[in-house]
C-alpha cells in the first residue's frame, strides 16, 4: 500500500496562478481532508470529504475548492493564489470520523510558496 | 483561550530521562483524543489514542483529565529518536469532523 500520496511535493506560483494539489489514498478510506500548517499555529482543516460526492468546509476554506468523484482521490484547486497561500498542505484520510480508534494518514506535504 | 493549547518548548532532555506534556483544551464536550508525532518537515503520524482510563504503549503513557480539562503525554527512559514535535489533536464531537482541532505542538529534543 502507497498509503496518501500527494503531487506536487514542492511548488512555486505568482499572484493570482491556479492550480491543484493532488491527493490519492489506496486504503479505501471514506473520510478525506486537507489541512494547511503555518508557523507558530496548528493544522488548520480547509475542506474534507466523508465520502464520494460529499465534501464540506472546514475552518479556512476561502479560495480553495474541493471535489471527491471516487474514494480514492480528492484534488485541492487553489483559484487564484495570494501570498497568504504560502503553507505547507497535507492531505490525509481516515476510516471513520475521529473516533478514538480511528487513525488519521497524512500524506507527505505539499511546500507551497506563493510570489 | 484558544480551543487547544500546548506548551511550544523546546523541552530539552537527555537520554534516559523521562518527560511529560500536557495539553489543555477548552470544550467540555471533547469526545476524541489524540497525540500525533511530527518529524521535521514531515507529515504528522499518529503516536496513539488517549483513553479515558489512560493507556500505555511502550515507554508512552497518556491520560485523560476531563475534570481540568487535559491530556497528557509521558515518555519514559527517552530516545534520541524520541526528538519531534508533539501534537495533541481534540475532536469535539463523537462523529463529528468539522471542529478537529490540532494543538500547534510541543518540540522535544533529546540529547546524548
Known amino acids: 500500500n502507497a498509503g496518501v500520496t500527494q503531487t506536487p511535493k514542492f511548488q512555486v506560483l505568482k499572484t493570482g496562478q491556479s492550480m491543484t494539489l493532488q491527493c490519492a489514498q489506496d486504503?479505501?478510506?471514506?473520510?478525506m481532508s486537507w489541512y494547511r500548517q503555518d508557523p507558530g499555529m496548528g493544522l488548520r482543516l480547509i475542506h474534507y470529504s466523508v465520502g464520494a460526492g460529499i465534501t464540506d468546509q472546514g475552518e479556512v476554506p476561502n479560495g480553495y475548492n474541493v471535489s471527491r468523484s471516487t474514494t480514492e482521490d480528492f484534488p485541492l484547486r487553489l483559484l487564484s493564489a495570494a501570498p497568504s497561500q504560502t503553507s505547507v498542505y497535507f492531505c490525509?484520510?481516515?476510516?471513520?470520523?475521529?473516533?478514538?480508534?480511528?487513525?488519521?494518514?497524512f500524506g507527505p506535504g505539499t511546500r507551497l510558496t506563493v510570489l | 483561550r484558544k480551543e487547544v493549547e500546548q506548551d511550544p518548548g523546546p523541552f530539552n532532555v537527555p537520554e534516559g530521562a523521562t518527560v511529560a506534556f500536557n495539553c489543555t483544551y477548552s470544550n467540555s464536550a471533547s469526545q476524541s483524543f489524540f497525540w500525533y508525532r511530527q518529524d521535521c518537515r514531515k507529515e504528522p503520524k499518529l503516536l496513539m489514542s488517549v483513553y479515558s482510563s489512560g493507556n500505555e504503549d511502550g515507554r508512552f503513557t497518556a491520560q485523560l483529565n476531563r475534570a481540568s480539562q487535559y491530556i497528557s503525554l509521558l515518555i519514559r527512559d527517552s530516545k534520541l529518536s524520541d526528538s519531534a514535535t508533539y501534537l495533541c489533536v481534540v475532536n469535539p464531537r463523537r462523529g463529528g469532523y468539522q471542529k478537529v482541532t490540532f494543538g500547534t505542538g510541543t518540540k522535544l529534543q533529546v540529547i546524548p
Open positions: 486504503m479505501n478510506h471514506e473520510y
Open positions: 490525509a484520510s481516515s476510516p471513520g470520523p475521529l473516533l478514538p480508534t480511528d487513525t488519521q494518514y
